[in-house]
């Protein structure tokens, strides 16, 4: 396998999501703000983090939660105020850590003053800043649905055609064939670059190219045809060559339905585009846990990128529910489950992502009603089903799994009402568990989730084996469904990682090569004594233990 990329001060990085929203409720009024961003950036610094990624702080009537921007360099009333941020940046920058802004450029909100404008009549200049097509057959332009809805056209009624969106009809796709409107979103990255942030997560970036003239699909359900169209990657040049190119910045984009090849077009190091790419072959695609399909993804993903792009590594964040509930055991192994998923994440080749409250084993939620989901998909999708004559109750046991809302409720902090989160009414319920489950109860555990991702941060940041060493499985254990037995190395330092993903015990014969090598224990999620030397015959059920090997 080639040699590890050329080096970079984010490949060695740890990245902490904050969905500020949900975060940390400074003022009472029943939603997370920046200024509770603030008050808390010590626990996110505690556990060793480089890179926080706020998610969308800008104006928006929050019909996604703030993924329908209305004036991208303003910040929202709801998070605070310009000066709030300013403050964030100065005291994330004074701990050591870097401010990574999630920019939203394939689509505004339907009340951003270029929408008003571009919808107000056919030949307004702006009118191209978005698409617009007449009507075909009587009906939408053609038979494409959109993430959040059966139709990916809205009619308008005053000027008598439709516009496209890929979300939400609130959410109408910019027209990236509009070389002004291109030069605008260059500039407005521009100002936030020029305030000093880290870097951007593009959202949805994969969608920005459309296909000329916009033919039906010939399965309308298979949504692909939104993403990677011609004309993508020259738009990502020209964005990076007219933006980040010009700082000292990271950008990672988040592209679905990606192969590998593709991606690396998108992070391939010699391509003049971003660093890192967030791809969704897990976590859209692999509904639930299933090892040996987790094992050929990582497989393929490592041969296409390794050496010449860079991947993410993780397994939830505000769009997934959390990752103990989903791809592991939120129950009576609820505790060592959430460690094994994190030393898998932050030990697999790629650069891992935290999500708030996975540092302490936060779980997903169930709700017994659709009014107390406030997630736009999940809410139209259940229209639809009930629409279509779909038992309401059945409707919404189908949906409940993968709701966006899952990850979306409140930073447990601690036992205090509302999980210590807010004052005031939560803008969406807290997990009724957080009496037992919250950060304080944690930290206070001699078994804290927590403090397990502090060591496994710093020994990843001790070593450069992590951001950098080859990847090779043990071909022992290559097609076991439980175990996932591999080795990074890097010059002379090896690290083998043993992880047993069941509720049960699982015995291991070691190979006599590793038998008789010298090794020495690192890390694991059950108590043990590190730098203990020889291998386990046994690991316990959600075991995971990390090794040098000489
Ligand atoms: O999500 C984009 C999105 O939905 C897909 O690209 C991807 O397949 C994956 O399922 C993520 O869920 C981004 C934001 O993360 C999401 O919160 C927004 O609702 C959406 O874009 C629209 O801006």
Same mark, same amino acid.
């Given at each position: 396998m080639a040699a590890a990329a050329n080096q970079a001060w984010w490949?060695?990085?740890?990245?902490?999501?904050?969905y500020w929203r949900s975060f940390y409720d400074s003022d009472g009024d029943g939603c997370g703000d920046l200024e509770g961003v603030i008050r808390k950036l010590d626990h996110i610094r505690d556990l060793g983090v480089d890179i926080v990624w706020l998610n969308?702080?800008?104006?928006?009537?929050?019909?996604?939660?703030?993924?329908?921007?209305?004036?991208?360099?303003? #910040?929202?009333?709801?998070?605070?105020?310009?000066?709030?941020?300013?403050?964030?940046?100065?005291?994330?920058?004074?701990?050591?850590?870097?401010?990574m802004m999630d920019m939203v450029v394939n689509h505004t909100s339907d009340r951003h003053p270029w929408f008003v404008e571009s919808r107000s009549s056919r030949d307004n200049p702006k009118r191209d800043w978005y698409i617009w097509k007449d009507p075909k057959d009587g009906g939408a332009p053609n038979n494409w649905r959109s993430y959040f809805s059966p139709s990916a056209w809205t009619w308008d009624e005053r000027t008598e055609q439709y516009y496209f969106h890929s979300f939400a009809s609130e959410q109408p796709d910019l027209n990236w064939r509009n070389p002004e409107l291109r030069e605008e979103i260059y500039r407005t990255m521009r100002f936030w670059l020029d305030k000093g942030i880290d870097g951007f997560r593009l959202d949805a970036i994969a969608l920005l190219a459309k296909p000329d003239g916009f033919p039906d699909a010939e399965n309308p359900a298979d949504i692909r045809y939104l993403t990677n169209n011609p004309g993508l990657h020259d738009y990502l040049r020209e964005m990076n060559e007219r933006t980040f190119a010009r700082y000292d910045i990271v950008t990672v984009g988040e592209a679905a339905f990606v192969t590998p090849e593709e991606g690396l077009k998108f992070v391939g190091e010699d391509r003049g585009e971003l660093n890192m790419l967030f791809h969704f072959e897990i976590c859209d695609e692999m509904p639930e846990w299933d090892m040996l399909r987790f094992k050929r993804i990582q497989r393929r993903w490592y041969e296409g990128?390794? +050496?010449? +792009?860079?991947?993410?590594? %993780?397994?939830?964040?505000?769009?997934?529910?959390?990752?103990?509930?989903?791809?592991?055991?939120?129950?009576?192994?609820?505790?060592?489950?959430?460690?094994?998923?994190?030393?898998?994440?932050?030990?697999?080749?790629? #650069?891992?992502?935290?999500y708030q409250g996975e540092e302490i084993g936060m779980t997903g939620v169930r709700f017994g009603s659709i009014e107390e989901y406030d997630d736009i998909a999940m809410k139209n999708k259940y229209a639809e089903l009930v629409g279509g004559g779909a038992d309401p109750q059945e409707a919404l046991r189908s949906l409940q799994p993968l709701?966006?809302?899952?990850?979306?409720?409140?930073?447990?902090?601690?036992?205090?009402?509302?999980?210590? %989160?807010?004052?005031?009414?939560?803008?969406?319920? #807290?997990?009724?568990?957080?009496?037992?489950?919250?950060?304080?109860?944690?930290?206070?555990?001699?078994?804290? #989730?927590?403090?397990?991702?502090?060591?496994?941060i710093r020994i990843r940041k001790e070593n450069d084996v992590m951001a950098y060493g080859d990847f090779t499985e043990l071909p022992e254990w290559m097609d076991d469904e439980r175990l996932y037995v591999y080795t990074r190395t890097l010059g002379g330092t090896t690290w083998l990682i043993a992880l047993n993903h069941s509720d049960e015990p699982s015995p291991l014969e070691w190979p006599a090569r590793l038998r008789g090598a010298n090794v020495r224990l690192l890390l694991a999620n059950y108590p043990a004594d590190v730098g203990q030397s020889g291998l386990p015959a046994t690991l316990r059920p959600h075991e995971a233990r990390i090794y040098s090997v000489e």
């Open positions: 490949k060695k990085a740890v990245v902490y999501q904050v969308p702080v800008y104006e928006s009537p929050d019909r996604d939660n703030g993924y329908d921007i209305s004036n991208y360099e303003t #910040v929202m009333a709801k998070a605070g105020t310009m000066e709030t941020w300013e403050r964030l940046l100065r005291e994330t920058h004074r701990r050591g850590m870097k401010l990128l390794w +050496g010449k +792009g860079t991947n993410s590594q %993780f397994l939830n964040n505000h769009d997934h529910t959390r990752q103990v509930s989903r791809y592991g055991n939120d129950g009576p192994y609820r505790v060592q489950s959430a460690k094994l998923l994190a030393t898998m994440l932050h030990t697999l080749p790629g #650069v891992p992502y935290i709701s966006r809302d899952n990850s979306r409720t409140p930073m447990q902090w601690d036992d205090s009402p509302n999980a210590g %989160f807010t004052t005031g009414t939560p803008w969406i319920r #807290v997990n009724p568990n957080y009496r037992d489950l919250n950060a304080a109860k944690d930290l206070a555990a001699p078994d804290s #989730v927590y403090r397990y991702y502090q060591q496994l």
